[in-house]
């Protein structure tokens, strides 16, 4: 007897996205997602801003993922929702949207982890793509978290290196603000470092122990050495923007880069994954299957659907979550600091 489908609404509120999706089984059918423009006159994610956004989007963009899934909302087994980490507002309007949906529906809840969520993005059905094969190690790079994650199966992973001050996400923002990009400004970057020179100048590189990342002094270094050159000449940045770009990028994929190696190599791994936003990269994208073919490694890039926040992550995780029983009941809470 072939064993019954498993239909999940997932729901992603922890920072400026709002996102739904509906999976059944591992197949996403819809995954629907609105972004918050009004940040960008801010120079970064305003929390006050984003759960007032997220509060007027949150149904429409519901309806919308249940309506293109071809779905009644009936059919739903059980709604995932995002508990933590992140800005807490954010993450108030989801969870308690999907408490409330839940108990009209009648149907269970399943809390998940956003981290977790990011690293099972690989796991969704597509076309000509294969998966993770446990153990494996994950380099989740986002604008809030930098971790190495040794994955030992779906619902079993540890972090076993992670920033120490900014992320990765924040590194590329912040340069890119220094360099009059509006925010987000990592996409930004990678578009100008297309056509520069990565070689071009040289930023500091942290020397961080065991699997662990630093990006504050890179961020210094580009601070007074973007100074300096202004100084001597206003029009620096702008008769150098592809070139800044450039190295700025390389330097922060080189840094990320140099620990995947050391952790592959010292765990004899050779499964590995990137997920999170800063995974949309083309120069870490490149540079990972670069890297790969070198040591042998089998590479597993998420699509760009998957990088940066979205449902149908969580919807995956959550699935997960179903099959092992593992659900929430109606006194979860949000938590901004929930760890993996
Ligand atoms: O995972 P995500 O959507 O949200 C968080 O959970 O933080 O990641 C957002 C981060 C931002 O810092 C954004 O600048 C960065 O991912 N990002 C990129 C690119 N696309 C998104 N950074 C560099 N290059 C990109 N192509
Ligand atoms: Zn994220």
């Not at 990592?186 to 500091?204: C, R, S, T």
């Not at 004899?268 to 670069?290: C, D, P, Q, Y």
Request: charged letters at 20%; proline letters at 4%; glycine letters at 8%.
């Amino acid at each position: 007897m072939s064993q019954k489908d498993i239909i999940i609404l997932g729901i992603e509120s922890s920072c400026d996205d709002t996102s739904a999706a509906i999976i059944k089984n591992e197949t996403i059918l819809s995954n629907v997602i609105a972004n918050q423009k009004i940040h960008e006159l801010y120079g970064g994610v305003v929390p006050e801003l984003a759960s007032r956004a997220h509060q007027q989007n949150i149904v429409p963009v519901v309806d919308a993922a249940i309506r293109r899934a071809g779905i009644d909302k009936k059919e739903i087994d059980a709604i995932a929702f995002t508990r933590g980490p992140g800005l807490l507002g954010s993450l108030v309007v989801g969870t308690s949207f999907s408490k409330a949906f839940a108990l009209a529906l009648n149907i269970p809840l399943l809390d998940v982890n956003h981290m977790h969520g990011h690293v099972l993005a690989h796991f969704i059905d597509e076309e000509g793509k294969s998966k993770p094969k446990f153990p494996f190690l994950c380099l989740t790079v986002s604008g809030g978290h930098t971790q190495i994650v040794l994955v030992k199966d779906y619902l079993d992973m540890k972090v076993i290196g992670s920033t120490i001050d900014d992320a990765a996400g924040e590194a590329f923002d912040k340069s890119a603000k220094m360099l009059g990009f509006p925010y987000p400004g990592g996409p930004l970057i990678d578009k100008h470092a297309q056509v520069g020179n990565p070689n071009a100048f040289e930023f500091v590189r942290p020397n961080m122990k065991n699997y662990d990342f630093s990006f504050s002094g890179l961020k210094t270094s580009i601070l007074y050495f973007l100074r300096g050159k202004e100084a001597e000449n206003s029009n620096f940045i702008s008769q150098n923007l592809n070139d800044l770009c450039a190295s700025i990028q390389e330097t922060i994929c080189q840094i990320l880069i140099k620990k995947l190696i050391k952790a592959s190599k010292e765990l004899n791994i050779k499964e590995i994954a990137i997920a999170g936003g800063v995974s949309a990269n083309s120069g870490l994208r490149n540079e990972l299957k670069a890297t790969g073919e070198k040591l042998g490694w089998n590479v597993y890039i998420p699509k760009f659907d998957y990088c940066t926040d979205n449902a149908a992550m969580i919807a995956i995780t959550g699935f997960h979550q179903y099959k092992k029983g593992i659900f929430a009941d109606q006194t979860i809470a949000a938590a901004a600091r929930l760890k993996m």
